[in-house]
């Protein structure tokens, strides 16, 4: 790597405001910007879907941001490497009975991944995306930390506890300082068409939120259906295959029932789903796995901090221990509604990301 590396930056541009709006601020700071767009996925309905992300109309509009911005662009490949490492362990969790987060799978092994091997290839020391956080080198503990965004309603520290020092250490994150209005002002006074375009919202390979059917599709392989049980392994009807269904699932479930009941359990050995009342769906403690620690390499004893388990929650008072090498025990001081296996669940300390894992138990 040649001795400018470190002012080469390798920016991931999606084609919306966020990541146009970062080059802006990088180029501002002196930076040279390389644009670069990852195409993840060719499935012909996220090609039609505005909800989506990864079509072909959002290749162009990263291409004409970047040629605005008056930075050289690159379109690189990696439907492969999307389908095995994220598509095939959405898959494989739903089969499993767990709900993921595949955004989750796609940063650390796409965008922090695959992207920062292609940064050295460009010889570009940094890699920026337009994540609403921010990264920080604490020299006190000589550790990077991964910051919270300012723009709270934005804030997408939740979806980058996978982040390594390694990651941290080679990655900017230009919009963690700035509301999502303040982005759209700035990408509209650079004229920039994707000043307005509105976000994506949805997984980008089930734009229709099908999860069963495209699991199906596929896999090739047919869920049966199974029986609906109460608590106490009463039958209350059938199911349509448990790969559509997730903890605390109220609607859809397609019965006549007195009273409201909601998923509790899904066993995809006995093919049954497990209903209860609300008040059933409450956990005081989780264990999660797959664990990363930013702000420490380890837990050394029991850790007050906030806690999130799932990304639009707000944070909840927590006590958290590592109790293994990859494996952290939660304690909440008050009970938490389905908490999910599959979902990260991700330990803040004011501002700061102290870690996260995957939730394998709840209790």
Known sequence: MSGGAERRVLVAMSGGVDSSAAVILLLEQGYDCVGATMRLYDGDEAQKSEKGCCSLADVEDARRAAYALGIGHYVFNYTEDFARDVMERFVCAYARGETPNPCIDCNRYLKFGRLLQR???????????????????????????????????????????????FALSRTVLPLGELTKAEVRALAEAHGLKNAWKKESQDICFVPDGDYG??????????????????????????????????LGQRK????????????????????????APNDALFSKTLVARDVN?????????????????????????????????DALRVTFDEPQRAVTKGQS???YDGETVVGGGIISEAG
Do not use: M
Not at 129 to 136: E, K, L, P, Q
Not at 253 to 263: D, I, T
């Open 293 to 325: 620690l930013i702000a420490a390499e380890r837990l050394t004893g029991p850790v007050r901090v906030e806690a999130k388990v799932r990304y639009r929650q707000q944070e909840q008072k927590a006590t958290a221990e590592q109790i293994g090498e």
């Open 213 to 246: 059917t495209f699991i199906e599709r596929y896999t090739g392989k047919t869920y049966p259906a199974g029986d609906f049980l109460d608590a106490d392994g009463n039958v209350l009807g059938r199911h349509r295959g448990v790969i559509r269904y997730t």
């Open 252 to 275: 859809g479930l397609g019965l006549a029932l007195p009273a409201p009941l909601y998923v509790r359990e899904i066993d995809p050995a006995a093919n049954t789903v497990t209903l």
């Open 119 to 165: 940064a050295e290839e460009l010889d570009c020391g940094k890699i920026a995306t337009g994540h609403y956080a921010s990264v920080r080198f604490d020299a006190g503990s000589g550790r990077y930390l991964l910051r919270r965004g300012r723009d709270r309603a934005k804030d997408q520290s939740y979806v980058l506890w996978p982040l390594r020092q």
């Open 345 to 347: 669940v991700v330990l």
